[in-house]
């Protein structure tokens, strides 16, 4: 059985089913927080619409229908749709900070020096990324933060697989370049 075949049983399981909830939460979570995260580039923001996401997915996992998708495509989409309304509702500006990458609470064989290198490193990524058209920091984000295969970002950008796969390679090619010249 494929990984999709099996999240979509046990997304229908789910309405029922409580430990089949907690499987479909604790696999999803991470994807769907660091896919929101990497959107808002701030914490406790990123929490609000993760929780909002869970939250309408409970609601509405009745309605979930796997002939018409994926259960992680209806996840994800729920995300995104999370993402846009917080984004239409929020007072601040679209320019949001990153959360500081350095934590002064780590362990003691987390050197100060390595956080600053790792946290140099966070920023000249993220401002790489801003450098990127909204489609492929988009496909960047559910890819790699998202842990989505090109098939699922294929079906939320309305985009061929192959597409997908053309833009993913000539945007993290686009993305090297950037990070050389910085």
């Known amino acids: 059985m494929t990984d ?12 029922t089913d409580e430990e089949a909830f907690e499987e479909l939460y604790e696999y999803f979570f991470p994807r769907v927080y660091n896919f929101i ?8 923001d990123a ?10 997915m409970n609601e509405n996992l009745d309605s979930y229908n796997p002939t018409r998708a994926a259960f992680s495509t209806w996840l994800f989409r729920i995300a995104n749709n999370s993402l846009i309304d917080h984004t239409r509702h929020s007072d601040k500006s679209n320019e949001t900070e990153w959360d500081e990458c350095f934590d002064p609470a780590a362990p003691d064989y987390e050197e100060p020096e390595r956080q600053i ?4 490193t966070s920023r000249g990524l993220l401002k790489a990324l801003d450098k990127l058209s909204e489609r492929e920091r988009r496909i960047i984000e559910l890819r790699y933060w998202g842990e989505q295969d090109t098939r699922t970002i294929a079906e939320l950008l309305s985009m061929t697989e192959s597409n997908v796969r053309v833009t993913l390679h000539r945007t993290l090619g686009k993305l090297k370049n950037i990070l050389g010249d910085m």
Do not use: C, G, P
């Open 117 to 120: 290198i790792a946290s140099e």
């Open 47 to 56: 929490d609000d619409v993760t929780s909002i996401t869970f939250m309408k």
């Open 37 to 44: 995260y990497a959107r808002l580039k701030n914490s406790a």
């Open 4 to 15: 999709n075949n099996y999240y979509n049983q046990l997304a229908q399981r789910a309405t």
